[in-house]
């Protein structure tokens, strides 16, 4: 396969980093755009600081890639933030704050991304959705909505970009990265696991494999759609699961 150039959004840390991991241990050159480099030496590829929220600076740092590397190839909007609180405790500054970075952040980087892409007549846009883009979850209302917002988006952007431009979402389910870490207690965290039929939480890497996966030739055929990502979590829906302690059996 040749070296591919591969954007990813927040990829100093968790899902993100794990994934620009995975492409540059592939030998894809990788740019990061996040507000803050990698900790230690922890980051793969190039590193570029961008506010995914601010669309000139991401168009121009698109335009920089493809001019710097001849190509945007695959561009992974990962970026994104969650905050746990009631749907009567948010307020209109953090609900736009989050909707900014997780719904307009995405759109932002595919479109800059696309631009170059059409006109290439290839590439891929993938975007780290989420499974409350597909259920409900209570205290995350506007995190719920940007997720399936971004299903959305893939959805349409399958049929306006289709047949050179493919579009993928990876949907993880709770994956144990600084951001749930800090979320939760260790007693929360339990708590969850036992609600996974997996009976744990996912490894970045994991999910890192299906941005690989859907970014590969072997993914041609696929556009539109998630890879759901949970160690079984929705299968049974989230309603069902509640009160049954997976992997009990094993006890
Ligand atoms: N951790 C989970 O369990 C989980 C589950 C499902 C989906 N997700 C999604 O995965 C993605 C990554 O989450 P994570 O858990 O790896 O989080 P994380 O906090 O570990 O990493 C997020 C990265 O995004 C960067 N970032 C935040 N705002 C930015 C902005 N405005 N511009 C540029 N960069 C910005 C941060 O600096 C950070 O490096 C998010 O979209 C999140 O919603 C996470």
Request: proline share 4%.
């Amino acid at each position: 396969m040749h070296k591919r150039t591969v954007v990813v959004t927040g990829a100093s840390s968790g899902i993100g980093l794990a994934t620009a991991q995975r492409f540059a241990s592939a030998g894809d050159q990788v740019v990061n755009f996040d507000l803050r480099p990698p900790a230690g030496d922890a980051g793969a590829g190039e590193w570029v600081e961008v506010d995914v929220t601010d669309w000139a600076a991401v168009g121009a740092a698109v335009d920089r890639v493809a001019e710097t590397h001849g190509s945007v190839d695959v561009a992974i909007a990962n970026a994104g933030i969650s905050l746990r609180r009631t749907f009567l405790e948010m307020t209109e500054k953090d609900v736009r704050a989050l909707l900014d970075i997780n719904l307009m952040g995405v759109i932002g980087l595919w479109q800059a991304a696309a631009r170059h892409m059409v006109a290439a007549r290839s590439g891929v846009l993938l975007a780290t959705a989420s499974t409350n883009g597909s259920a409900g979850y209570p205290y995350y209302a506007d995190y719920n909505a940007s997720k399936a917002a971004v299903l959305a988006l893939a959805r349409t952007l399958a049929l306006e970009l289709s047949p050179h431009v493919r579009t993928a979402c990876v949907s993880p389910g709770y994956v144990m990265t600084p951001m749930q870490r800090a979320e939760y207690t260790d007693e929360m965290l339990a708590e969850v696991n036992a609600r996974i039929p997996a009976g744990r939480h996912a490894d970045p890497a994991e999910i890192a494999e299906a941005f690989h996966f859907l970014a590969s030739p072997q993914a041609r055929f696929i556009t539109g759609q998630q890879l759901i990502v949970d160690g079984g979590e929705l299968a049974g829906g989230t309603a069902s699961s509640h009160g049954v302690v997976f992997g009990s059996q094993d006890q």
